[in-house]
């Protein structure tokens, strides 16, 4: 077959995938232009159809921490597919996840695994409601915890790329029972709590904010929430998709020292693979079926392939010094990029967390809060993206997304993204 282009196969696309994408922010719709279309990836790089190589910040929205077609995942995953490729029955590979992540995720005494992150939170309020006997959730304005109806309320990601914060499709009904505050604002929080603390369910909160670009918690926000959870009767549901192995081995709990009751997980948990996960207390777990009366079920759950992948790459992540380069690397780099704008003029400020991190395009210097991203220069991002894309350095296309360094990211790499930015900074 011939080689073809990135515009043609997106016109192909087009005709019977709705947007020619399965994902919505995968369209580009945030920046502008055709979606690059890729055939290979190797560590840090990216490969598209045309055979143009990129640095890659996406990581696939997170999973490949460990870098791209890593071979002790490729692997793993290659043994077990000689296996069969699944059973909807137990499995051993199935008991060994179940005990590494209780062992690595501090708040972890028992978990059920799932195929997506949308899944696990999903299913992680549904626990929440079924074991309070209560309707009501809370969560953050910008913050996006999958797609599910009850959480598509003001919500980040592709929802605020879009500029549909809130889904149609939504019964009104059911977007009533969440209850949308601001991130940051304990003041907010203990507010709502005075009112009507008693009704919720639980609040549900990225502990690292990553779908708003990359906010972290400010001192005292997540200490916040424990308590007046703890107040109240609610229980505290830490959304660590995004933040899960990539902020700390044990995730942001770990490295904020706050215990939530449930945690959800996904992305680097399954290695690439379709995976998510929730758990937490046993007391809470054990309302789940086929123990209590909560409901949650699923053909491919705990998928042995996917289950290979997710521990092959725990296994690269436990590695003594990980984080500790990882955060290095992604300190460089957005330190770096703050130094290169410095030096061309143009303002800028950057936020970074173990191994994500989000560039503002902005005179403030501290971004805490969702109304300060929408107000950033999206305009310049555009410019920017496009800048850095056509030199071969592949950022998320949105404002509203953040980034996330691997372990492949060496010092070349982080190099070579600086220098592509000192030359498109110089030319905004
Ligand atoms: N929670 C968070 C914090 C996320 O970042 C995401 C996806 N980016 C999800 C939930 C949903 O995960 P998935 O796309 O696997 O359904």
Redesign the pocket.
């Known amino acids: 077959m011939q080689a073809q282009s990135n515009q043609q196969l997106f016109l192909q696309a087009q005709k019977h995938i709705p947007g020619g994408v399965n994902s919505p922010v995968r369209a580009f719709k945030g920046v502008g232009g055709d979606p690059v279309f890729f055939s290979s990836a190797k560590g840090a790089w990216l490969t598209d159809v045309e055979g143009k190589k990129y640095i890659d910040y996406i990581g696939s ?1 997170g999973p490949m921490i460990a870098g791209h077609a890593h071979p002790q995942v490729i692997e793993a995953v290659q043994q077990m597919c000689a296996n069969g490729l699944g059973y909807g029955a137990p499995t051993a590979i199935e008991t060994e996840m179940a005990d590494l992540l209780c062992e690595l995720v501090p708040s972890m005494e028992m978990v059920r695994m799932v195929s ?3 899944e696990a ?1 999903m299913s992680a309020i549904r626990l929440a409601r079924g074991h309070t006997g209560r309707d009501k959730i809370v969560k953050f304005e910008g913050c ?3 797609h599910a109806d009850s959480l598509l309320v003001k919500a980040g ?1 592709g929802a605020l790329t879009l500029g549909e914060p809130s889904s149609a499709g939504v019964p009104k009904a059911i977007a009533e029972h969440t209850i949308t505050l601001r991130y940051n604002d304990m003041e907010s929080v203990k507010q709502c709590f005075a009112e009507i603390g008693a009704q919720v369910a639980c609040i549900i909160v ?1 502990p690292v904010a ?2 708003m670009n990359c906010i972290p918690p400010i001192p005292g926000f997540l200490e916040g929430l424990r308590e007046v959870c703890d107040q109240y009767g609610s229980l505290l549901i830490f ?1 660590e ?2 933040t899960g192995f990539r902020v700390a081995l044990g995730g942001a709990q770990q490295h904020y020292g706050i215990k939530p009751d449930l945690t ?1 997980l ?1 992305k680097v948990v399954g290695g690439g693979l379709p995976v ?1 996960a929730f758990g937490g207390r046993k007391d809470v777990m054990h309302s789940i079926a086929p123990l209590g009366p909560v409901y949650q079920a699923g053909t491919l759950s705990g998928n042995p392939v996917a289950m290979a992948a997710g521990l092959a790459t725990l296994k690269l992540v436990q590695q003594s010094g990980f984080h500790d380069r990882l955060s290095q690397q992604t300190a460089k780099l957005a330190n770096g990029l703050k130094q290169k704008a410095d030096a061309a003029g143009i303002p800028m400020s950057v936020n970074y967390v173990g191994g994500m991190f989000g560039f503002f395009f902005t005179e403030e210097n501290n971004i805490e809060f969702f109304e300060q991203v929408t107000q950033c220069d999206q305009e310049r991002f555009k410019k920017f993206y496009h800048g850095m894309l056509d030199r071969g350095v592949y950022l998320a296309p949105s404002a509203f997304e953040a980034g996330f360094v691997s372990a492949a990211h060496g010092d070349d790499e982080i190099e070579a993204t600086l220098a592509a930015a000192e030359l498109v900074l110089a030319s905004l």
């Open positions: 929205w997506s992150g949308t939170t996006y915890h999958g990601s990225e990553g779908n959304d998709v995004m959800t996904g998510g």
